[in-house]
């Protein structure tokens, strides 16, 4: 078990949909990650976000959208998503985006299929 | 960016010491060497971090060379749960943005064999 849980778990979803994936930790933590992570490869940062502002947006396309409604939570909004899309998402959290001395903690993922 | 660089893959045998190679030969002066592992199907779980000494923790030690230019991990005992790929990170600063992040390289698939 991790400590930041994210749901769901699995997703299949169309490219006319919009879906969500959501992420929460309870440790404290400032700084919340978007990852993006295709198969048999290292995971790409997607998102950053420091006490619940973005801040790093690695070019991401804009049918993925962000949000932080507060510190705990972190939401990444789908829509009209292509094949290519799909992999498995990781959301992970640290104490402060600021602070390199500490590490990050991941979720296990959403594994996102896109019909 | 500062870049690491790993062997693809390496083989040990169960309950010997495992030393995984790490080169970051551009790495900066405030860079920090992390090291994560991912087990099939789960994220990436923090191992050990370092900046210029080497470092003891209960899951693995991490060794540092002296000009920083390359690290090593050392798990001393490998068990079966050890296979896994092991990311060799440089933790850099994001510039402008104030923020560190964290972009993972190709890591070291190690298996381990009973």
């Known amino acids: 078990d991790t400590e930041v849980t994210q749901t769901p778990k699995h997703l299949v979803m169309g490219m006319t949909n919009k879906k969500s994936l959501k992420c929460e930790q309870h440790?404290?933590?400032?700084?919340m990650y978007w990852y993006k992570q295709k198969a048999k490869k290292p995971p790409e940062l997607m998102f950053v976000?420091?006490?619940?502002?973005?801040?790093i947006n690695e070019s991401v396309p804009s049918r993925f959208s962000p949000e932080c409604p507060n510190s705990s939570l972190l939401n990444l909004h789908l829509h009209a998503l292509q094949p290519e899309d799909s992999a498995l998402y990781l959301c992970a959290s640290s104490q402060g985006a600021g602070d390199y001395n500490s590490p990050l903690h991941f979720g296990n993922g959403t594994r996102l299929t896109v019909t | 960016d500062a870049k690491t660089t790993q062997p693809n893959s390496m083989e040990s045998n169960e309950e010997e010491p495992v030393h995984l190679p790490c080169n970051h030969s551009?790495?900066?002066?405030?860079?920090?060497i992390h090291w994560y592992r991912q087990l099939p199907s789960q994220g990436p779980e923090y191992v050990i971090h370092?900046?210029?000494s080497n470092v003891n923790n209960r899951m693995a030690s991490l060794a540092i060379a002296e000009d920083r230019k390359s690290s090593t991990l050392i798990l001393h005992r490998a068990t079966l749960r050890d296979a896994a790929v092991y990311y060799c990170?440089?933790?850099?600063?994001?510039?402008?943005?104030?923020?560190?992040?964290?972009?993972f390289g190709k890591g070291t698939k190690l298996s381990v064999i009973p």
């Open positions: 440790m404290g933590h400032r700084a």
């Open positions: 990170i440089l933790r850099v600063q994001y510039s402008g943005a104030g923020s560190y992040q964290l972009t």
């Open positions: 976000y420091s006490y619940e502002k973005l801040s």
């Open positions: 370092g900046l210029t």
């Open positions: 551009t790495i900066s002066g405030t860079d920090y």
